[in-house]
């Protein structure tokens, strides 16, 4: 299995909006053929001294962090799914539109060592 995970900051203030958004992207990742796709908003993250969540996104005040993933069977596979969803015009994403700051943004795609379910 491959994974994408995505990290962000979010305005709280925001959260409304970006829930829209990311069940309208969930929906054209699953209908494009991701396995799952997945939206978190922080509840328990700290701040650290050397690296964390926040610090990675540059966290401000009245901002929280959002931990995305979308699951795939492979590389070739998500490759195959990300070019679709790019091209899909109903993710039509402008940068002055989203809920959050884009440029804070960090993602990468990930192979799967261990994959176990209950």
């Not at 396995?35 to 966290?59: H, I, K, M, N, W």
């Not at 492979?74 to 070019?83: C, F, G, L, T």
């Not at 192979?111 to 209950?118: H, K, S």
Request: proline fraction near 5%.
């Amino acid at each position: 299995m491959y994974v994408d995970g995505f990290v962000l900051p979010l305005p709280v203030k925001n959260l409304a909006a970006y829930k829209r958004l990311a069940r309208k992207a969930g929906k054209i990742w699953l209908e494009h053929g991701a396995l799952a796709y997945r939206e978190c908003v922080a509840d328990d993250v700290q701040g650290g001294e050397l690296t964390s969540f926040p610090q990675a996104v540059q966290l401000k005040r009245g901002e929280t962090v959002v931990f995305s993933w979308a699951v795939y069977k492979s590389r070739a596979h998500r490759d195959r799914v990300i070019k679709k969803v790019m091209s899909d015009p109903r993710l039509d994403l402008k940068p002055r539109e989203l809920p959050f700051d884009g440029m804070r943004m960090f993602w990468g795609g990930f192979r799967t060592i261990v994959n176990l379910d209950a």
